[in-house]
C-alpha cells in the first residue's frame, strides 16, 4: 500500500522559511515524477512545484519561484520543499503527490497524480 506522509508544516510570520517534507512508502520511489500542491481555504488546489524522477528536471508555479525550492532523496524516499521568504497568501494546507503513470517530466495537472498525503497546514502571519 503507498503511503505519503507530509511534515514540516506550522506557523511562521511573513519572510520567515519552512521546509516541507514527504515520506513515501514506496520501494521503487525513484521512478516517479512527485508534486507539491496547496490549497487555501474555500479555493480550489492548485499546483505549486514539481520534480522529475531523477530529479533533474523541475518546474514551479510562478508566484513561488526564486522563494521555494522542490527536492528530494531517492535514497530515502522522500521528497521536500524548501520555502523561504514566506507571504501570507502561501498559506494553504500543503499536498504531496505521486505520478505512477510512467512519465518522466513532471505535470503541473493534479489529475496526473495517482497518490496524495493526507496535507500539512502552512499558515503565514503577517
Known amino acids: 500500500q503507498v503511503q505519503l506522509v507530509e511534515s514540516g508544516g506550522g506557523l511562521v510570520q511573513a519572510g520567515g522559511s519552512l521546509t516541507l517534507s514527504c515520506a513515501a512508502s514506496i520501494r521503487t520511489f525513484s521512478r516517479y515524477p512527485m508534486a507539491w500542491f496547496r490549497q487555501a481555504p474555500g479555493k480550489e488546489r492548485e499546483f505549486v512545484a514539481a520534480i522529475s524522477r531523477n530529479g533533474v528536471t523541475t518546474i514551479y508555479l510562478d508566484s513561488v519561484k526564486g522563494r521555494f525550492t522542490i527536492s528530494r532523496d531517492n535514497a530515502k524516499n522522500t521528497l521536500y520543499l524548501q520555502m523561504n521568504s514566506l507571504k501570507p497568501e502561501d498559506t494553504a494546507v500543503y499536498y504531496c503527490?505521486?505520478?505512477?503513470?510512467?512519465?518522466?517530466?513532471?505535470?503541473?495537472?493534479?489529475?496526473?497524480?495517482?497518490?496524495w498525503g493526507q496535507g500539512t497546514q502552512v499558515t503565514v502571519s503577517s
Open positions: 503527490a505521486a505520478d505512477f503513470g510512467g512519465t518522466y517530466f513532471p505535470s503541473r495537472q493534479s489529475t496526473e497524480y495517482n497518490y
